[in-house]
Nanobody, 121 residues
Framework: VQLQASGGGLVQAGGSLRLSCAAS????????MGWFRQAPGKEREFVAA????????YYADSVKGRFAISRDNAKNTVYLQMNSLKPEDTAVYYC???????????????WGQGTQVTVSS
């Protein structure tokens, strides 16, 4: 399994970005795709997750109402639409895949390479 994250960049506060995570290899309906982020000097934290089969979504409280996770099964791609971005959203964003839902990054075995998101004030 390989995960390729893209879409990061520099944006002003209040702006939007859409991250993509393309997955190669076989996926199953029970698989969970998650987005995590890590700011300098901080631990990696859960942002959002989606289940491939049902499309069920999960969000960290800090991003609810601003971020939306979605997937395109035909393209094996998961998206993270980020709106109303704040400077505190600045981090490297990673996508990850696992067979069970968890908000603990240690539970995920497959990771993308990360994409930098910088929000200026």
């Amino acid at each position: 399994v390989q995960l390729q994250a893209s879409g990061g960049g520099l944006v002003q506060a209040g702006g939007s970005l859409r991250l993509s995570c393309a997955a190669s290899g076989r996926t199953f309906s029970s698989h969970i795709m998650g987005w995590f982020r890590q700011a300098p000097g901080k631990e990696r934290e859960f942002v959002a997750a989606i289940r491939w089969g049902t499309g069920s979504t999960y969000y960290a409280d800090s991003v609810k109402g601003r971020f939306a996770i979605s997937r395109d099964n035909a393209k094996n791609t998961v998206y993270l639409q980020m709106n109303s971005l704040k400077p505190e959203d600045t981090a490297v964003y990673y996508c990850a895949r696992e067979s069970r839902y968890s908000e603990n990054p240690s539970s995920y075995n497959y990771w993308g390479q990360g994409t930098q998101v910088t929000v200026s004030s």
